[in-house]
Antibody, heavy 118, light 107 residues
Framework: QAQLVESGGGVVQPGGSLRLSCAASGFTFSSVGMHWVRQAPGKGLEWAAFIGYDGRNQYYIDSVKGRFTISRDNSRNTVYLQMNSLRPEDTAVYYC???????????WGQGTLVTVSS | EIVLTQSPATLSLSPGEGATLSCRASQSIITYVAWYQQKPGQAPRLLIYNGSLRATGIPSRFSGSGSGTDFTLTISSLEPEDFAVYYCQQRSRWPPLFGGGTKVEIK
């Protein structure tokens, strides 16, 4: 059974940075892509970023391009989301999610809350 | 980008009734749509992928249909645990965006 555990969330001022981590277990991490999906308080799901199984391909939603960077360390079974130049509208629960190998999401972490506020 | 529009925003039904949720795409996505269920305070769960295939462990009362731009998630007879928010997602083209969601609430 796949398990994903996010960490690194917290409160940060506008313009600040945070790095989220997601530790994966229960599946062959190095063979699947990984997503980050976010959900603002009381709002719907918003897909944010994807990284391919070997780290060579990354995709982002337009609103985070140039500010967020997704990366992975297959030796540590961990995926990261480096978030710079944070804005109040980035406030959300950030979910780490496993790709099903067909770009759907078949497993989700429990999420980590990021609050951008002065 | 492909925009997904879900309707209705809220569906008020009683346990035992059937539910029909709609997801419309701004352009054809063939059958590359998934449906997810999210309960308060929980992560989403994959229900249906490729339009009509049930994910592992999903009860048969959940079914998906449609192709092109119009898709439907049907719950044949609502159980108490089915009251939740449902999202569709397309994977036909990047970015794999979600619809705005349909909340199924107890009437």
């Amino acid at each position: 059974q796949a398990q994903l555990v996010e960490s690194g969330g917290g409160v940060v001022q506008p313009g600040g940075s945070l790095r989220l981590s997601c530790a994966a277990s229960g599946f062959t991490f190095s063979s699947v892509g990984m997503h980050w999906v976010r959900q603002a308080p009381g709002k719907g799901l918003e897909w944010a970023a994807f990284i391919g199984y070997d780290g060579r391909n990354q995709y982002y939603i337009d609103s985070v391009k140039g500010r967020f960077t997704i990366s992975r360390d297959n030796s540590r079974n961990t995926v990261y989301l480096q978030m710079n130049s944070l804005r109040p509208e980035d406030t959300a629960v950030y979910y780490c999610a496993k790709d099903s190998k067909t770009y759907y999401i078949d497993y989700w972490g429990q999420g980590t809350l990021v609050t951008v506020s002065s | 980008e492909i925009v997904l529009t879900q309707s209705p925003a809220t569906l008020s039904l009683s346990p035992g009734e059937g539910a029909t949720l709609s997801c419309r795409a701004s352009q054809s996505i063939i059958t590359y749509v998934a449906w997810y269920q999210q309960k308060p305070g929980q992560a989403p769960r994959l229900l249906i992928y490729n339009g009509s295939l049930r994910a592992t462990g999903i009860p048969s009362r959940f079914s998906g249909s449609g192709s092109g731009t119009d898709f439907t998630l049907t719950i044949s007879s609502l159980e108490p645990e089915d009251f939740a928010v449902y999202y569709c997602q397309q994977r036909s083209r990047w970015p794999p965006l979600f619809g705005g969601g349909t909340k199924v609430e107890i009437k």
